[in-house]
């Protein structure tokens, strides 16, 4: 083993005890703050393309509810606005923005369990065309589909921070 393999390996070994120092344990492990938390939630069906992402995602990350004990709301608001701009104003790059207001309540008794608000952002390219120059690069076809793809991003980012945020604060909002 050379002297680079050694140090790579004592820094690792390093790196775990101070993980195992700190009290960290995995989310989903024996113990963990998430165990006993797949198919426990379940949310309201989508009523469009996004909250289909959006619920889809929440449960590829929490499971498909099976015996629920809490039902989860969730709005999503988007806006666009415009971050690159030619010198003939018109725009090549949009900003996608999603704000997504949730609820998470008990099913036996309709308490409120914990609830929030998110704000994250994404964004796609929207090529310039004219009849006389042509595209700066694609075509209507490719722009929507940028921004088709856009919208599903940022709903798979929206619902991946709100599971990141329902494991940290699993034992306040469990009880």
């Known amino acids: 083993m050379s002297s680079s393999d050694r140090r790579k390996l004592l820094t690792g070994l390093a790196g775990f005890a101070m993980l195992a120092g700190c009290g960290f344990s995995p989310v989903y492990g024996p113990g963990g703050q998430a165990e006993g938390l797949r198919g426990l939630i379940r949310t309201d069906p989508p009523a469009d393309a996004q909250g289909y992402t959006l619920v889809r995602r929440i449960e590829e990350r929490l499971g498909r509810p099976e015996n629920p004990a809490f039902g989860l709301s969730a709005s999503v608001l988007t806006e666009q606005a415009a971050l690159a701009v030619t010198p ?23 308490a409120s369990a914990a609830s929030g608000t998110l704000h994250r ?6 090529p310039v065309f004219s009849a ?17 793809d856009a919208r599903r991003r ?22």
């Open 121 to 126: 952002a994404t964004a796609y390219s929207a």
């Open 132 to 148: 006389d120059r042509g595209s700066i690069a694609g075509n209507t076809v490719s722009v929507l589909t940028a921004e088709q």
């Open 88 to 110: 003939d104003q018109e725009t090549t790059r949009y900003q996608l923005r999603g704000t997504m207001i949730w609820s998470l309540t008990r099913i036996a008794d309709g």
């Open 154 to 175: 940022l709903m798979v980012i929206l619902a991946d921070d709100l599971v990141s945020h329902l494991l940290a604060t699993a034992p306040d909002w469990q009880r």
